[in-house]
């Protein structure tokens, strides 16, 4: 696990250590670089693997090829007896090494063979050559900027910046990404010339050209529908699956953990390990103090850490969370509105004081169907066989009186919102409810000057994604959906950025190719009821499990945001959308603004997610434009 970066063609020679700098918290424990007339290639390692002879950059036997490479390969010790008998000589007990014979092997095709996380550089000095690659799912980021005969890529975007001709104008579609789902999208990032290689894609940089290809996407639906196997046969193959999926992730040369939340996820990954070895397992778990039953699940962690005897550690996060704001927004580089990176921050913080990788349980929500969303696909389309005056007056009844919940599910808000989408045809219904702000609500919220730069099909990947649905089940396409854009552009991001701004390596066995693929060839009925969600993992852990757990409802790995805001955030809040600040931004108009405040401040609506979007834009623009003089929106 390490930085990566480098660049092809004309470049200051101080450039590569000036982006490893950048980079040193991805990797404290080594740095290395190759530079030659043209190219570069440099790294800073975090050692997981071979901890004596695996630094980089590293070179095949006759130094004709250099790799640098961020992420592990699983499946590595597998693949090395086959390479040797093809004739490669090994130097090391790396899966860095495997890579690269693997690539003198079958060339690009090599990444098809790994299993594993992995954003990667291969230099041929003799093609005059560069082969990147990003692995399926995109647990690992590849950042790149390429112009005027030269190209630079490196695994953050702040060390893209760090060469002068990298400017900071604005991706407008991004922002406007940004503004709708709370993230910048996958291929684009927030500063216009800077892109991101999207999951399982491969680029081919050769004569000034670059070639991107994809390798690997989410398979299709079964073409016929097959027998399907017994509940019992089902859950007894979810739970092969798994554990297959940890202990390949537990292959480490120094200690791990596991993120422990409470929830079915994470404790189906500590009831895999634990299956799987008979060693230490040292779990970490995060709360929120009194006063947030609905959103801290303590309880939940300490039973499962006690029912599988782990060495369990626990962290209470107060509500000095304002003052971890600005660190948060700085290590994500881009606009970033999931609040959810700030509990990511404090349990990974924690987690690296005694252990170097973490497994985690993200994924197992869009891969075992977790979100509650998904049961609203079903509700809703039976919701739109009532006939429609009925619809209607429902919806009417019910907006006046519900009155927005300070709970982690906030039910009258769903409730709101499902019947205000009950109108819309699939996938626009799905969408909707994942947005942080509808094209109505922008609008309603953008000055002329932005609007003018909005615009377009912001939602086109996501509803290319439910297109694909099969089974008859638009619910197929609701996962699918998740799986291409919400969990690799928000989760996965979340969960790196993070994690390796405490030098720790985040490990996601749900996120397992192989796993992803097989779920996705299960009808969601075979996943899922009419309304309860993760009903088959559920089943596949229910022997094992502490009851409480496997019983209460979802309650994701968010925060008391909308509390917060009305208490220990509301200064941040003060500062960051005054009006008069709102006002000299020239993006967002004051009234919209302060009718969002004034709503969630009473109690009325929860705007907490909104107001969060608005407030880390802010935020990140004074820390990354303003501090520079890169802002105008003329």
């Not at 695996?54 to 130094?63: F, K, L, V, Y």
């Not at 130097?91 to 495997?98: G, K, L, N, P, Q």
């Not at 590849?142 to 953050?156: I, K, N, P, Q, T």
Request: glycine share 8%; with cysteine; hydrophobic share 45%.
């Amino acid at each position: 696990m390490c930085g990566i970066a480098g660049w092809v063609g004309s470049a200051p020679p101080d450039l590569l250590p000036a982006m490893l700098r950048q980079l040193k918290h991805r990797g404290p424990d080594g740095e290395g670089s190759r530079l030659e007339p043209g190219a570069a290639l440099g790294m800073t390692r975090l050692a997981i693997i071979d901890l004596v002879t695996g630094a980089q950059p590293m070179a095949n036997e006759d130094a004709s090829l250099w790799i640098v490479f961020n992420g592990e390969i699983y499946n590595y010790r597998e693949l090395r007896p086959a390479l040797e008998a093809r004739g490669h000589r090994f130097a090391t007990r790396s899966d860095t090494e495997v890579i690269l014979h693997a690539f003198e092997e079958a060339g690009e095709a090599c990444v098809e063979r790994l299993r594993g996380m992995f954003a990667l550089a291969i230099w041929d000095g003799r093609r005059r050559r560069l082969f990147v690659a990003r692995d399926r799912l995109g647990k690992k980021p590849f950042y790149y900027w390429h112009r005027d005969g030269l190209f630079l890529f490196a695994s953050e975007l702040k060390a893209l910046l760090c060469h002068p001709a990298v400017g900071r104008e604005l991706d407008w579609p991004a922002l406007h990404h940004y503004l709708a789902f709370g993230y910048t999208p996958g291929g684009r990032s927030i500063f216009a010339g800077v892109a991101k290689l999207p999951p399982g894609h491969t680029a081919v940089l050769e004569d000034g050209a670059l070639r991107v290809r994809r390798y690997w996407e989410l398979p299709p639906p079964p073409a016929a529908a097959a027998a399907r196997p017994a509940p019992e046969e089902l859950a007894h193959r979810v739970r092969e699956e798994l554990s297959e999926a940890v202990r390949l992730r537990l292959a480490s040369d120094v200690p791990l953990g596991v993120f422990l939340s409470g929830g079915i996820d994470s404790s189906a990954v500590v009831a895999s390990m634990r299956a799987v070895t008979s060693g230490r397992i040292a779990t970490y778990s995060i709360g929120f103090g009194a006063g947030t039953p609905s959103w801290d699940e303590l309880p939940y962690a300490r039973a499962v850490a006690a029912r599988f005897e782990t060495d369990h550690h626990e962290e209470v996060l107060e509500p000095s969370v304002a003052a971890l704001v600005p660190a948060v927004v700085d290590h994500l580089d881009e606009p970033f509105a999931d609040s959810s990176a700030i509990p990511t921050w404090v349990v990974a913080q924690a987690t690296a004081r005694s252990v170097k990788v973490a497994l985690s349980g993200i994924g197992g929500d869009e891969t075992f169907a977790g979100y509650p969303r998904y049961a609203g696909v079903g509700l809703s389309e039976a919701w739109r066989r009532v006939p429609r005056p009925l619809r209607a007056a429902a919806a009417r009844a019910a907006a006046p009186f519900a009155r927005d919940a300070e709970t982690s599910g906030n039910w009258p808000d769903r409730a709101r919102r499902f019947l205000a989408g009950a109108e819309e045809p699939l996938p626009e219904r799905y969408l909707g409810w994942t947005r942080f702000f509808g094209d109505a609500a922008l609008r309603e919220l953008a000055t002329p000057a932005l609007a003018a730069r909005l615009g377009g099909d912001v939602a086109a990947r996501q509803r290319a994604a439910f297109a694909r649905a099969g089974f008859g089940d638009p619910r197929d396409g609701a996962f699918r959906v998740d799986l291409a854009t919400y969990l690799p552009d928000d989760l996965l991001v979340l969960a790196d950025r993070m994690a390796m701004a405490h030098s720790l390596e985040l490990r996601a066995p749900f996120c397992d190719h192989r796993l992803v693929e097989w779920s996705l060839g299960l009808p969601p009925a075979a996943k899922m009821g009419r309304v309860a969600t993760k009903t088959l993992l559920r089943r596949a852990f229910a022997a094992v499990l502490p009851p409480a757990v496997l019983a209460h409802a979802k309650q994701g790995f968010g925060v008391p945001l909308g509390r917060w805001l009305r208490g220990p955030l509301a200064p941040l809040a003060d500062d960051l959308l005054a009006p008069a600040r709102v006002r000299a931004r020239g993006l967002f108009a004051p009234a919209a603004v302060e009718r969002l405040r004034r709503e969630h401040a009473s109690g009325a609506r929860a705007h907490g997610d909104r107001l969060w979007t608005l407030m880390v834009l802010e935020l990140w623009m004074r820390a990354h434009l303003d501090a520079r003089g890169a802002w105008s929106l003329r």
